[in-house]
């Protein structure tokens, strides 16, 4: 079955940076893109990129250019999401999820969601 | 890119029918039948309701169901149950090649 397994809780201080993972089994890594999106204590999910774990091509959101960076392995079937320059703001759930079988713009399966926290 | 916009709350009794909006614009919502319903309930991954503006993943219920009239996008819950009772998330693919979600809605089921 498919499966999206993420890394664990972090917790880090302003200005550094951290590294999420998101690793899948059940399917054929390379046919589906993956997306990043992330959701702060109580707020609502916002979309931060995706990355076309074949190819290797990444679209960002507008946010996050020049900050997060999405890179792949296909040698073990995961993806990664670093987010650098962090701030208090950053805290939040992040989520990998997968696009749905034949099509490209929606999501029906997503990672279990690594929390992030951003404290002094 | 702005969110979509979502009603921050909405009710209703078990047995009735409720309408969430999704409103964009012709940039996204408007411009594309690409707009996907997710529902979270606390503490729980979101999950896909419908995608495609209309469509029903399978094992999801016929009581859900998907529209859109110009910028705006629907989920309709009809014959409201406990269980319906959580976040509702709207999605869109945008004219940047990106994608953007609502700002959510709380149901209620009194």
């Known amino acids: 079955q498919v499966q999206l397994v993420q890394s664990g809780a972090e917790m880090k201080k302003p200005g550094a940076s951290v590294k999420v993972s998101c690793k899948a089994s059940?399917?054929?890594?390379?046919?589906?893109?993956i997306h990043w999106v992330r959701q702060a204590p109580g707020q609502s999910l916002e979309w931060m990129g995706t990355?076309?774990?074949?190819?290797?091509?990444?679209t960002y959101a507008q946010k996050f250019q020049g900050r997060v960076t999405m890179t792949r392995d296909t040698s073990t079937s995961t993806v990664y999401m670093e987010v650098s320059s962090l701030r208090s703001e950053d805290t939040a759930v992040y989520y990998c999820?997968?696009?749905?079988?034949?099509?490209?713009?929606?999501?029906?399966?997503w990672g279990q969601g690594a929390m992030v926290t951003v404290s002094s | 890119q702005s969110a979509l916009t979502q009603p921050a709350s909405v009710s209703g009794s078990p047995g009735q029918s409720i309408t969430i909006s999704c409103t964009g614009t012709?940039?996204?919502?408007?411009?594309?039948?690409?707009v996907s319903w997710y529902q979270q309930h606390p503490g729980k991954v979101p999950k896909l309701m419908i995608y495609?503006?209309?469509n029903r993943p399978s094992g999801v219920s016929d009581h859900f169901s998907g529209s859109k009239s110009g910028n705006t996008a629907s989920l309709t819950i009809s014959g409201l149950q406990a269980e319906d009772e959580a976040d509702y998330y709207c999605?869109?693919?945008?004219?940047?090649?990106?994608?953007?979600f609502g700002g959510g809605t709380k149901l209620t089921v009194l």
């Open positions: 999820a997968r696009v749905r079988d034949g099509d490209y713009y929606s999501f029906d399966y």
């Open positions: 495609d503006v209309t």
């Open positions: 990355i076309n774990p074949s190819g290797g091509g990444k």
């Open positions: 059940g399917y054929t890594f390379t046919s589906y893109y």
């Open positions: 999605s869109s693919y945008t004219n940047s090649g990106t994608w953007v």
């Open positions: 012709s940039s996204d919502v408007g411009g594309y039948n690409y």
